[in-house]
């Protein structure tokens, strides 16, 4: 609607304190994974038109709701899933039928449309095509999104989906703050940990360095969300910004893809650095991928199904070392939507992700021996269900399990002790590697948000509640020596000390209250 303007208040954000160990965390309520459509209907003078029947259907899905517009000309769809190709029909006695098509839906966004009625008969249709949504009105967010047709074409060097992420502007990565799995990156100038993922509303944030705690297939994703300012109350709990991931779900059309790049080692470029420490001429290490999605229904107009299947060989190395990173990945993503009926919709997904990776220390100073590896075995799922008690007022709710078991296991058990000898050239390190250690997290999670929209005004209100728990644990294998003797001193042994293993339990609740309002421009 041309003539208004949208302003947004937060009235209460607080975490309320049932936490245990940890000082009190700020909201991370579900996501925002749906948008809204707004309808005006007036006659040809401009006058409102009560009275009207709106009917909205998915075109890919089946899946339709109705409503009849209030005495001030005005109906809201809340809640619609993410979309591409919606239907609006406008219907009333003595008039033409209205429909507009190929209608997008957006997270978080506000379609707006007005619509003109002319005399006729509902025989008659006048039929629109809806424009893109290029500045949404009624948001306070600063966002920027990235849709499936570039994820699946991006020239990804891992085809990891957070590499998606350093795509958008004010994200700088490094390779400095990647670990050999995972991606990481700073945005806007934060810390690895100053921004937040969300999966299908789900919070799949890694708790200790600031990454996606699992890893996804780019050709699953529909769409994906940075925002980086004026951010929802769902969004509390990080200051730099953001991810916002949609998955893509099923339609009443049998789908899929499939693809596959390899690339082997003989295509490396010869390197002459003259670095003394260069060993090899080229790099060693191959890269194979392959990625397969399927999708379609289970029950036509009712209940769909995507699966996605990801294979990640990489074989990474450097010209300072005969060693070679070695690990083979493996994730899988099921998502079924369910149409209950106009009124209830329910998602259940899980995904499944586990990782061997061997030889991680890429250095001309660390000896064969001294390697380690890491092992991980991610399983998460999620179940998602919005109820619309009437036009004006929906509630969603979600229950989330995730767990990460992770190892960092000695790659060659040779009973030698690690003996570390720095000398005037440098450092040396050899025996074997000291240390085993590793973590489990599990966390389960259950968020309820209620939205009303009364008049110009759209109140929220949010509930969220955390329970992690799991260990960390360390345990010394062999002795640790330094030697110094090449630089004047003497043969020490250090014996480093290892806690036992000590428990993760957290435990939070938060609550919010949001109202967003629009008024007449004066």
Request: charged letters at 20%; proline letters at 4%.
């Amino acid at each position: 609607m041309s003539g208004r303007r949208s302003r947004q208040s937060i009235l209460a954000c607080a975490a309320v304190g049932l936490v245990f160990l940890l000082a009190p965390r700020t909201v991370d309520a579900q996501a925002v994974t749906t948008g809204t459509i707004e309808v005006q209907v007036v006659d040809e003078t401009g006058g409102v038109l009560p009275g009207v029947t709106l009917t909205l259907n998915d075109q890919n899905t089946g899946a339709a709701r109705s409503g009849v517009v209030e005495q001030r000309g005005i109906f809201r769809f809340l809640n619609v899933p993410l979309g591409s190709n919606y239907q609006l029909r406008a219907e009333l006695d003595g008039f033409a039928t209205y429909r507009i098509d190929r209608i997008g839906v957006g997270a978080g966004s506000t379609q707006a449309f007005k619509v003109v009625l002319k005399l006729g008969t509902l025989e008659e249709i006048i039929t629109v095509q809806a424009e893109r949504l290029l500045i949404d009105t009624k948001s306070a967010e600063t966002k920027e999104t990235m849709d499936s047709s570039l994820m699946e074409k991006a020239p990804l060097f891992g085809r990891n989906h957070a590499e998606l992420a350093s795509l958008f502007p004010a994200v700088l990565q490094t390779a400095a703050d990647n670990s050999p799995t995972f991606t990481q990156f700073h945005v806007r100038g934060q810390a690895t940990t100053g921004h937040g993922y969300r999966q299908d509303g789900a919070d799949v944030l890694g708790p200790y360095l600031g990454r996606a705690a699992n890893t996804l297939s780019p050709n699953s994703i529909e769409r994906m969300d940075f925002v980086s300012g004026g951010m929802a109350p769902e969004y509390g709990e990080q200051p730099g910004g953001i991810f916002n991931i949609i998955t893509k779900s099923g339609s009443n059309r049998f789908s899929g893809a499939y693809s596959l790049l390899y690339r082997d080692d003989r295509f490396n470029s010869k390197v002459v650095s003259g670095i003394p420490g260069q060993v090899v001429d080229s790099a060693l290490g191959d890269t194979h991928f392959e990625e397969g999605v399927f999708g379609g229904p289970l029950r036509k107009d009712k209940a769909f199904f995507f699966a996605s299947y990801q294979f990640r060989g990489e074989d990474v190395g450097n010209i300072l070392s005969t060693n070679m990173r070695s690990g083979d990945h493996h994730n899988a993503h099921v998502k079924i939507n369910y149409n209950q009926g106009p009124n209830d919709q329910w998602v259940i997904q899980t995904d499944l992700n586990t990782g061997r990776q061997k030889n991680n220390n890429l250095s001309s100073t660390v000896s064969a021996e001294s390697q380690n590896g890491q092992n991980f075995d991610i399983i998460m799922s999620s179940l998602s269900q919005t109820h619309q008690f009437n036009p004006v007022t929906v509630l969603e709710s979600q229950v989330m399990y995730f767990r990460l078991p992770q190892t960092s296991p000695i790659m060659h058990h040779t009973g030698n002790p690690s003996v570390t000898t720095v000398s005037q050239s440098g450092s040396w390190t050899s025996g074997q590697l000291a240390t085993f250690g590793g973590w489990t997290e599990n966390r389960v999670k259950a968020t309820v948000k209620l939205t009303r929209v009364t008049g110009n005004h759209s109140f929220k209100f949010g509930v969220d509640y955390s329970y992690s728990w799991g260990e960390r644990f360390s345990e010394q294998r062999v002795p640790i020596y330094n030697d110094r003797r090449p630089i004047g001193g003497v043969l020490t042994r250090t014996e480093n000390i290892y806690a036992s293993p000590f428990p993760l339990d957290d435990r939070f609740f938060d609550v919010f209250a949001q109202d967003q309002w629009t008024f007449d421009r004066l």
